[in-house]
């Protein structure tokens, strides 16, 4: 029994170790023309199988000259990374900021794993911002906040700001609105670098700062580095035993765990930042202004921060509430469906149904090849029932298909809704749905917007559930969207986000200054008002 785990054991290292070798051999080599060529085809076909608004913003024949001039481009051989380059720019002629693709990194060894795990790269501790045809550094994670407010010259020799132009190319807002590009850019800076060059042990970027302009070469280094000059020897001296906690130290430790993990599950702890997703503060003069910061709705247990914030602002009979939505990328229509529930005091719907290319679209994006072959198998125990569930909720209406969300349906607002004035944060990076709930919030005339305009559409953003499909040749992921999700409301033109009642743009002093000029105006607003 002992040979046979053992030779199993053997066995699966070294197919593991096969399947790296082939994996990273696959995504560097130079790839056959024609069969680039045939990636492009199964990308197009795929968006017209799958995309129920695929044509909503570039008509058919603009879209099919873009992929023909795509394949016609391809004269030579290349690298998957190499082929990214050039299909990114194409798919964002969908302009739909769901659909994308990414390049596969290289993969590594169990034991190479374990050794990167315990290093970090210090370059993504660096947080930037595109402001003014700059790239600047917004904030560090950790100790060193050296860099903070400098300005990136260049990054391994090629200029920040073009690398950011080029980075730019490679993704789509939604519609024809423009204020995400930069926003974007600035949050998801270090994965565009690592899509377009790969994986990175060290770094030469140079900065300036009003004094100068310097180097810094960042590496991978060791997560918790240890002083070997003041490290205690103990080879002679007798170790101390750790403290012996009594029962009541033990329980308050225990009970201590408890409350911060059940903390982290209600607000969303985010590692990276160690900060939380959700949080409710009072500001102003005299506190009495409640500030609800959501920085995305896709982490942690949504219903009992809500349910216990809005009994708060109940309690201290609030006037003026802030939601702040400025760089919230969007995540579940459930959370926002639910944060709506309490700032309305009439029934509502929030979504309407949504268009769908397939009776059975859960299953469709469920049955993707980038899928485990694990829940593929279950999901096929389970298709009869995923089947029927799809099928009673897809109806047939004016030639189209349409799914029913349970949020497409009437809803009784919460019992305890707020009732006082409300002001909502917006910018570029306000999306999915983000855009969503700022746009029932708009159309119902429930809130004052200020800052910049949404990068989500008014309209609605095709969403819900994904295909990620992976290209044969290049191993490429591409994510399509499947479900238009748009809320009861429509404006026009279409193809533009929601738009602020008062512009406030950020500038590159009030960042040095650490000025947040759009919540200042808030709070002087209310002021006024007294």
């Not at 993707?368 to 198998?377: A, E, M």
Request: hydrophobic share 35%; glycine share 6%; net charge positive.
């Amino acid at each position: 029994m002992k040979r046979l785990v053992l030779s199993a054991f053997a066995i699966s290292v070294l197919f593991s170790c096969s399947s790296v070798q082939k994996h990273n051999e696959q995504i560097s080599k130079l790839h056959d023309v024609e069969l680039l060529r045939a990636d492009v085809d199964k990308v197009y076909l795929q968006l017209k199988r799958h995309h129920p608004k695929l044509y909503q913003y570039t008509p058919q024949e603009v879209m099919e000259f873009k992929f023909d001039s795509l394949k016609q481009s391809i004269k030579s051989p290349m690298t998957s990374r190499d082929f990214y380059k050039k299909l990114a720019p194409v798919l964002t002629s969908v302009k739909q900021g769901h659909v994308s693709v990414r390049p596969l990194g290289k993969r590594f060894k169990r034991k190479e794993r374990k050794a990167l795990l315990k290093k970090k790269f210090e370059f993504y501790d660096l947080d930037f911002e595109y402001l003014d045809g700059k790239l600047w550094v917004e904030r560090t994670i950790g100790k060193d906040s050296s860099f903070v407010g400098a300005e990136v010259l260049s990054i391994a020799g090629e200029p920040a700001s073009e690398l950011a132009e080029l980075y730019k190319t490679r993704f789509a807002s939604d519609g024809y609105n423009t204020t995400l590009y930069n926003r974007f850019v600035s949050k998801g800076f270090r994965q565009f670098y690592v899509r377009d060059k790969g994986f990175l042990d060290s770094l030469q970027v140079t900065f300036k700062t009003k004094d100068s302009v310097f180097s810094k070469l960042f590496k991978r280094v060791p997560k918790k580095e240890k002083d070997d000059s003041t490290k205690v020897k103990t080879d002679s001296i007798k170790k101390e035993k750790p403290k012996k906690l009594t029962k009541t130290e033990k329980k308050a430790n225990r009970l201590a765990a408890k409350k911060r993990k059940k903390d982290n599950k209600k607000y969303g702890f985010i590692s990276r930042t160690k900060e939380y997703t959700r949080s409710l503060t009072f500001i102003g003069k005299d506190s009495s202004v409640a500030y609800m910061k959501i920085r995305g709705f896709s982490n942690g247990n949504y219903k009992t921060f809500y349910e216990e914030s809005f009994k708060k602002i109940d309690s201290a009979n609030v006037k003026n509430f802030i939601l702040d939505l400025r760089d919230n990328g969007g995540g579940r229509i459930a959370e926002i469906e639910r944060l709506y529930s309490y700032l309305t005091n009439k029934e509502f719907q929030f979504i309407t149904e949504s268009e769908v290319n397939s009776r059975v679209p859960i299953l469709k994006s469920i049955m993707s090849n980038t899928t485990p072959t694990g829940i593929k198998v279950l999901s096929g125990i389970l298709s009869p029932i995923l089947i029927v569930q799809n099928l009673l909720k897809t109806k047939k209406r004016d030639g189209k298909l349409y799914y029913k969300f349970k949020y497409a349906k009437p809803e009784a607002p919460n019992p305890l809704n707020y009732k006082g004035k409300v002001y909502v944060l917006i910018n570029g990076n306000s999306f999915s749905a983000s855009s969503i709930i700022s746009t029932n919030l708009k159309a119902t005339n429930r809130a004052t917007f200020v800052g910049e305009e949404t990068g989500g559409a008014y309209n609605g953003t095709v969403a819900g559930f994904y295909k990620l499909y992976q290209l044969p040749t290049s191993r490429l992921v591409v994510r399509i969207g499947l479900m238009q999700v748009e809320a009861p409301y429509k404006q026009e033109p279409d193809g533009y986000g929601v738009k602020p009642d008062v512009e406030i743009l950020p500038t590159v002093k009030d960042r040095q200054q650490q000025k947040d000029p759009e919540l200042e105006w808030i709070l002087n607003d209310i002021q006024a008002s007294k």
